[in-house]
C-alpha cells in the first residue's frame, strides 16, 4: 500500500467493509493492494473516458471486497494452498471430463451418485456443460443463459449444485462452469427490459434504429452459424431495433464498452468463484469486442478485458483459474495467455484447438506433415499456462489452422481441406467415417465436421459393414487420438461416451430445438445399461474404457507429463509418425504416434538424436523393453499404435 490517491481511496473502501487488516483478512488486504493500479490501468484503458468511469470503478471494487467476503472458509483455505502450490492447473494428476448432466445422469442430483464411476476412470475434474436458466427450444445446449444465478429446473436446484459440489471438494476433484460471457437469451431481465423500451438497457446490447450500422458491421463480420442463424443482426419488433446477434438470433451481444456490463458480469464471474468453481470456462471471449471495420473477434480491448478479469478474480478468488474458449487461427489463439508485458497474465488455460485439429488431420491423411507444419504458434505458449487438450468435445471440429502451414508442408491447401471434409463427412471414396459438415458457408466455402470420436474414427460404419479388420483399426484409432491428448501436456478433458466409444446419436432430428444443430449428433443420451458392458471383456467398451483408464492411471503416475513447458518435437524420420519428447530434470520420454493404417519405421538414430544416446527403452504402454539398434536399424509400430518409451539404461 502506497500514499496514492488510489490506495487511499481503496483503503477507504475497505474500512467501510470492516475488512480485518491484521489477521483474517490480511492476505486479501495484500492481494487487494498488490493488484489495484494494474486493475485501474487496465480499466482506464477502455473506461477512461466513458462518463460512467467513477461509479462504475467504485462499483468493481466493492464487487471485489464483497465477494471476499462471502467466500467460504473452506474455499479461501482451498485459494490459500492454491496460491501456494502455484499453478496447480499444470499437473499431470488431473484429467477431465466435459458432460451434459442431464444427458449424463438425468440431473445434478444424478450426477452426485455417479462419481464412483469417475473414480473408476480416474476422472478427477469435471467440465459441466452450461446449467444455468436457458429456455427450451431457444438454448444452444444452455448457452443462451436466461439468468445466471438460477439452476435450470431441468437440473435440479441450486441447492443440488452447492452439494455436489461440497462432495466433489471432499473427494479432492474440481470443477468447471461456464461463464457465457458474451451474449445472454433474449429472455435474460437485461434483455427484457431493453426490448420493452428502456433505454438503460439497451445500452447493455448493441441497438441500432436502423439497418445502417448493422450493415456497415456486416460488411466485415465473418457468419458464425450461417445455415441456421444468417447475418449478425436480428430485427426486434417489440422495440423497432436491430439488435447485434452474432451466434444465433436468440442469443443477444452484450455491450462491453459500457462499464455497467462490465461490472455486472464481474458479478456473475465472482458469484461463479463462491459456488467453488476451480476453473471458471469463458465462453466465446474472442467476441466480447465489437469495433466496426473489423471482424469484430479478437480485438486488442478483449484482451484488454481479459486482463482485468483475471486482476480482479487473482484479488476475490486467487484459487479459481480461468479458461479461455477462443477457438480461433493458432496465432490468434496464442495470445490469450497475453502478450508482451501481459505475457501469462492473461487466460491460464486455453483450447488447444489447433492440436486436436491437427491430430484429426494426420488420422485422415495419415501423414503428420501438417501437424508438425503448424507447431510454431502452438509451442509459443508461456511457462505457468497450460492448454485444454481435447480430442472431441460438444462442438463441431473447425480446421482453423492456416492455409500456410498446410502449404509448408507440401499439399494444396484448399484440396486438402476438401479432402479432409469429405473425409469426415464419409463422401470420400473409402472412408470409414461417419460424420456430417456443420455451419457450410457456400458464400466462403467454410465447412466445419460434427461426429462422435468413434464414429468419425470409423466404429458407426465398420460396425455395420461387419468388418473385423476396420473394427480393430477404429478401436486403435480411438486410443491413438486420445492418447496423444493425454500425453501431449495441458489439462486433458474427456468428452462423455468417449470413453466408452459411444456412435453417433441421431435422435436429435426428432426435437425442434436441435434439429437445426447437428453438433447434437456427437452429444450422447448416456444408456447406463450399456455402460455396463465396460466390465464384459472383450466389448467395444470393455476395450476402450480399459485403454482410456489404463492411460489416465499412467499419466498419473509419471511427473514428467506435467507441463512445465517441457513438450519438445521430434525431428521428422517418417512422416506417418508423430513423435515428442518430455523432458524433466535429467530424464526423457519418448511418446511416438504411428498414424498409418500399416506399420510405420522409425531409425534408432531418432531416439539418439536428442542429446543421450539410450541403450535400453522401456514402454509404459505395452511393458516391454526394447534394445536400442544401430542408427540404420528400426523401431516398428504397429497401424496406429504409439509408444511411451523411458531410457532404462
Ligand atoms: C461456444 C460454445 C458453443 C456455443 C457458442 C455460443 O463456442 O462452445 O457451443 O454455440 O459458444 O455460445
Redesign the pocket.
Known amino acids: 500500500m502506497n500514499d496514492s490517491p488510489l490506495h487511499q481511496f481503496g483503503l477507504q473502501l475497505l474500512q467501510s467493509h470492516k475488512i480485518d487488516f491484521k489477521k483474517n483478512d490480511k492476505a486479501f488486504v495484500d492481494h487487494f493492494f498488490a493488484h489495484i493500479d494494474e486493475i485501474e490501468f487496465l480499466f482506464n484503458q477502455i473506461y477512461g473516458g466513458h462518463s460512467k468511469r467513477n461509479e462504475a470503478f467504485e462499483a468493481l471494487l466493492n464487487a471485489l471486497i464483497l465477494f471476499y467476503q462471502q467466500r467460504t472458509a473452506i474455499f479461501k483455505k482451498k485459494d490459500t494452498a492454491k496460491v501456494k502450490k502455484q499453478n496447480w492447473f499444470l499437473s499431470n494428476e488431473i484429467t477431465g471430463m466435459s458432460l451434459y448432466v442431464d444427458r449424463f445422469s438425468g440431473n445434478l442430483k444424478g450426477l452426485q451418485e455417479k462419481l464412483p464411476y469417475f473414480k473408476e476412470l480416474g476422472v478427477n475434474f469435471l467440465h459441466l456443460m452450461p446449467l444455468f436458466e436457458s429456455p427450451d427450444g431457444e438454448s ?2 444452455g ?2 443463459v436466461s439468468n445466471f444465478r438460477k439452476i435450470d429446473a431441468r437440473f435440479g436446484s441450486n441447492e443440488d449444485l452447492y452439494d455436489l459440489i461440497q462432495e466433489m471438494n471432499q473427494q479432492d476433484m474440481y470443477v468447471m462452469l ?1 461463464i ?1 460471457y ?2 445472454t437469451s433474449h429472455h435474460h431481465e437485461w434483455a427484457q427490459k431493453a426490448k420493452a423500451g428502456d433505454a438503460y438497457y439497451q445500452d447493455f446490447f448493441y441497438c441500432y434504429d436502423t439497418q445502417d450500422i448493422p450493415n456497415q458491421f456486416d460488411q466485415n463480420m465473418p457468419e ?2 450461417p445455415e441456421s442463424s444468417p447475418g449478425n443482426f436480428t430485427y426486434i419488433p417489440e422495440c423497432k431495433k436491430w439488435v447485434m446477434t452474432v ?2 438470433q436468440y ?1 443477444w451481444d452484450l455491450n462491453y464498452s459500457n462499464p455497467s456490463v462490465f461490472v455486472a458480469m464481474l458479478d456473475h464471474v465472482l458469484h461463479y468463484a463462491n459456488l467453488g468453481v476451480d476453473i471458471l470456462r469463458i ?2 471471449p474472442a467476441f466480447i469486442w465489437k469495433q466496426m471495420g473489423t471482424s469484430c473477434q479478437n480485438l486488442p480491448q478483449a484482451h484488454t478485458l481479459l486482463r482485468l478479469l483475471k486482476q480482479c478474480v487473482l484479488v476475490a478468488s486467487p484459487g479459481m483459474a480461468l479458461l479461455g ?1 477462443a ?1 480461433v487461427s493458432p496465432n490468434e489463439i496464442i495470445k490469450y495467455f497475453g502478450t508482451d508485458e501481459a505475457i501469462a497474465k492473461e487466460c491460464d488455460v486455453a483450447y488447444n484447438a489447433t492440436q486436436m485439429a491437427l491430430q484429426w488431420d494426420a488420422l485422415a491423411t495419415g501423414d503428420t506433415r501438417v501437424m508438425l507444419a503448424a507447431q510454431h504458434p502452438i509451442m509459443q505458449k508461456p511457462f505457468g499456462c497450460t492448454w485444454l487438450s481435447y480430442t472431441r ?3 463441431d471440429i473447425g480446421l482453423g489452422y492456416d492455409d500456410e502451414m498446410i502449404e509448408r508442408a507440401g499439399f494444396n491447401a484448399y484440396q486438402h481441406r476438401t479432402y479432409l471434409k469429405n473425409y469426415f463427412a464419409g463422401w470420400q471414396e473409402g472412408s470409414p467415417a461417419a460424420g456430417a459438415l456443420f455451419s457450410v458457408n457456400p458464400k466462403t466455402g467454410d465447412a466445419r465436421i460434427s461426429g462422435s470420436l468413434a464414429s468419425l474414427c470409423g466404429l458407426e460404419k465398420a460396425i455395420e459393414w461387419k468388418s473385423e479388420i476396420e473394427i480393430e483399426h477404429a478401436l486403435k484409432k480411438i486410443i491413438l487420438m486420445q492418447a496423444m491428448t493425454l500425453f501431449i501436456g495441458g489439462i486433458p478433458m474427456l468428452f462423455y461416451g468417449d470413453e466408452l466409444a459411444y456412435t453417433n446419436d441421431y435422435s436429435y432430428l426428432q426435437e425442434a430445438g436441435k434439429s437445426y ?1 447437428n ?1 447434437w449428433m456427437h452429444r450422447p443420451i448416456i444408456d447406463w445399461n450399456k455402460n455396463e458392458k465396460r466390465n464384459e471383456v472383450g466389448s467395444y467398451e470393455n476395450t476402450i474404457f480399459t485403454a482410456t483408464k489404463k492411460m489416465i492411471a499412467l499419466r498419473k503416475s509419471l511427473a514428467i507429463l506435467s507441463d512445465l513447458k517441457n513438450t519438445n518435437w521430434m525431428p521428422p524420420h517418417n512422416i506417418h509418425i508423430a513423435g515428442f519428447v518430455r523432458t524433466l530434470e535429467n530424464k526423457k520420454l519418448y511418446c511416438v504416434f504411428n498414424y498409418k493404417n500399416s506399420a510405420s519405421f522409425l531409425t534408432w538414430y531418432a531416439f539418439k538424436e536428442q542429446g543421450e544416446r539410450p541403450s535400453v527403452l522401456h514402454d509404459h504402454w505395452t511393458g516391454q523393453n526394447f534394445k536400442v539398434g544401430n542408427d540404420h536399424e528400426h523401431f516398428v509400430l504397429a497401424p496406429y499404435s504409439f509408444a511411451i518409451l523411458e531410457t532404462i539404461k
Open positions: 444452444d445446449g448457452y443462451a461456464d457465457v458474451n451474449h458464425i452459424f451466434f444465433h442469443q465462453d466465446a474458449e477457438i468435445c460438444h462442438d444443430d453438433r
